[in-house]
């Protein structure tokens, strides 16, 4: 498996989005419980994915439903601790609990917000205002870049995979699909938000590779274009 690639955008990092999601699509249970998708050969590789980036990115639902700490589990890669990815929540309205992990100091955090909020967050963490009412990704990118990010990861979930894919702001996108078959109404699936209503509204993908992994699989694909699809 490749490391995630260098930053080649003059501004935005190089953004990788990976996610684990059921055979149809969904990334949990009914109302956004946590399911627990990837195999050990899974954790392993997101493991190796989040020790090559500089930051690694979740929206504010992940963290309130899933308490994540975006940590390196360096003991799944058999390696000694090494240097910690910044964490980077994205939080229009400044709904991250005051006892998220992500909030506990133990690496460096950056929380996207807009202007509407009002919320203060502990010392240590840093603030970045993106947009007016809601975090606009584009230029939360842009200033992440500035930071020094060349590398983002994106974990999730729904509306931010959605938001990044459907805007063209990733350069890769792996999905590991667990052999499990969720369905239901409520459970979320990869990609949420408005609709699609003809095919100009599908965000057009191309297959690079699929791997076999654990009891799963891991399908990678890149951006393409509309006549790819043709």
Known sequence: MPDPPE??????????????????????????????????????????LRANSDAILVGVGTVIHDDPSLRVHWDLLGQPPGRSPTRVIVDSSGRTPSTARVLDGSAPTIVATSERCSRTFPSGIEVVVAGATRVDLAKLFLRLHELGVRRLMVEGGGEILASVLRGGLYDRLTIYYAPVLIGGVSAPPLARGDDPVDPESVTPLRLVSIEPTGEGYVATYVPATRTELQ
């Open 7 to 48: 930053a080649e955008h003059a501004v935005r990092p190089a953004v990788w989005v990976n996610c684990a999601v059921s055979v149809d699509g969904r990334l949990a249970y009914a109302g956004g419980r946590r399911a627990r998708l990837s195999s050990a050969e899974d954790l392993q590789r997101v493991q190796k």
